[in-house]
């Protein structure tokens, strides 16, 4: 059974800090790619960012550069999400998911995605 499971989310006040975690049941996603979403109230799921276990490689939404740093444990399977200066539109429920590789896909539609976690509420006070 394949699982990613999330953790680290709570309420902070703006401008605060949270660091969220996505551990990953297999070693063999270190051939996947992953990835951060959102979901608001009311809205639709939006990409946060994405990173590559084998190249390193990272690019997020620009509402969150800067502020946002994805990094991995590869000795824990797990890979995190680091968030700084956050402010009240940043609240949602946030999900760590896995994509297989493929040449066609950008990995930043929540569609090219096949596995997810279940989410946690980060909650950003004004």
């Known amino acids: 059974q394949v699982q990613l499971i999330e953790s680290g989310g709570g309420l902070v006040q703006a401008g605060g800090s949270l660091r969220l975690s996505c551990v990953a049941s297999?070693?063999?996603?270190?051939?996947?790619?992953m990835g951060w979403f959102r979901q608001a109230p009311g809205k639709e799921r939006e990409f946060v960012g994405t990173?590559?276990?084998?190249?390193?490689?990272?690019y997020y939404t620009d509402s969150v550069k800067g502020r946002f740093t994805i990094s991995r444990d590869s000795a824990e399977n797990t890979v995190y999400l680091q968030m700084n200066s956050l402010k009240p539109e940043d609240t949602a429920v946030y999900s760590c998911?896995?994509?297989?590789?493929?040449?066609?896909?950008?990995?930043?539609?929540?569609?090219?995605?096949?596995?997810w976690g279940q989410g946690t509420q980060v909650t950003v006070s004004s």
């Open positions: 998911a896995a994509a297989r590789l493929s040449g066609g896909k950008t990995y930043i539609s929540a569609s090219e995605y096949e596995y």
């Open positions: 297999r070693r063999s996603f270190r051939s996947y790619r």
């Open positions: 990173f590559s276990w084998s190249g390193g490689i990272t």
